[in-house]
């Protein structure tokens, strides 16, 4: 039996449908206050991003992630979905989590032992699992090193695609193509093409480097489905304006390859 399609993923499914792409945005607890972050998720929401995603590479886990979770859902009402890096970042008061397993990771732990320790406690949160596989390429950033990933070469689409290929044979609705926090450049083009063209109704997450409404428009149009930006929006002032910019570029602006059906 398989994890069924829950509501929250149902949600960007259905975005990615009727607007051809979705934005995310993700808050790291680590890198604000509870009280910044619930106010950049819901200037994010008013700017039209369509789920807030929580977590990072080193501390977000305990009393700060579950406080910032509490607090968004407290001000947005959007989806609230976990990125966990271990099982230490699952909380309760999340609607979903990015169940993820990092295929090109060298160690166990993130590939399979993590999920194990973490998935009773899903069950107990009543989290939604979203089954996603995790595909990081260079430079990779502070999540290539601590997840001990093999990178994707930038200039390798195809070993990038038989990665995605593999997730999905392995039952992964979503791919996610991460070219790390705060990357010089988001994932490359050719490879985001490669990928959705094995990947077909199961959608492409794409995240890492994405600064500008023209870099965005470029990804959903060589295939990215989803589109997550962290760093940019926690440094920018004016957090509704700047997504407001990357939600206009995106939404409308997918390619020919871009027509989706349920999974
Ligand atoms: C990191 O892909 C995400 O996991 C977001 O990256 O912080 O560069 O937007 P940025």
Redesign the pocket.
Known sequence: MSVKVGLVEMHLRQVVASEGAAHLT?L?PASQTVQEAAEKAEAAMQGGTDAI?V???VGATGSVLEETVRAIKARVDLPVIL?PSSAAGLCPGADGVFFMSLLNSRSSSYLIDNQALGAPLVLRYGLEPIPMGYVIVEPG?T?GWVGDARLIPRRKPEIAAAYALAGKFLGMRLV?L??????DQ?VPLPMVSAVKGVLGDSLLV??????SSQAASDLVKAGADLL???????RTADVASFVSGLTSAIKGSGGPGKVQRPP
């Open positions: 993700l790291d995603m977590g990072g590479s990125f950033g999540v996610y991460e070219a790390g926090s705060g990357a988001p794409v995240g890492g480097g994405i600064k997550v930006t962290g760093t940019a929006v926690e």
